[in-house]
Nanobody
Framework: QVQLVESGGGLVQAGGSLRLSCAASGRTSSAYVMGWFRQAPGKEREFVAG????????YYADSVKGRFTISRDTAKNTVYLQMNSLKPEDTAVYYC?????????????????WGQGTQVTVSS
């Protein structure tokens, strides 16, 4: 089993930055890929970014590419999402997730473990 705890959300003005953290514990060897998803009111859960633990391969949604950066610290069992140039449309609950396969990054149904989420609100 893998447990995930997110932190770092909050209120920020458009154009500002936030860094989200996701601390993993338990049987972390099962977490081959870590991902960030977000869900806004009335919207489906949306893939944001993913990273493979073994070689740090990354993949981003087109909507955030060039603005967000995903990274990991293996010693701390922690994955980060650096969010720059934030826009009001980035407002959502952000979730950390983990899965034990590497072929598909973007479908939330492939992720077995989820954190409780952290709210990000971007004001205009």
């Amino acid at each position: 089993q893998v447990q995930l705890v997110e932190s770092g959300g909050g209120l920020v003005q458009a154009g500002g930055s936030l860094r989200l953290s996701c601390a993993a514990s338990g049987r972390t060897s099962s977490a081959y890929v870590m991902g960030w998803f977000r869900q806004a009111p009335g919207k489906e859960r949306e893939f944001v970014a993913g990273i493979k633990w073994s070689d740090s391969y990354t993949y981003y949604a087109d909507s955030v590419k060039g603005r967000f950066t995903i990274s990991r610290d293996t010693a701390k069992n922690t994955v980060y999402l650096q969010m720059n140039s934030l826009k009001p449309e980035d407002t959502a609950v952000y979730y950390c997730a983990a899965k034990n396969t590497v072929l598909v990054f973007t479908d939330p149904r492939h992720y077995a473990y989820w954190g409780q989420g952290t709210q990000v609100t971007v004001s205009s």
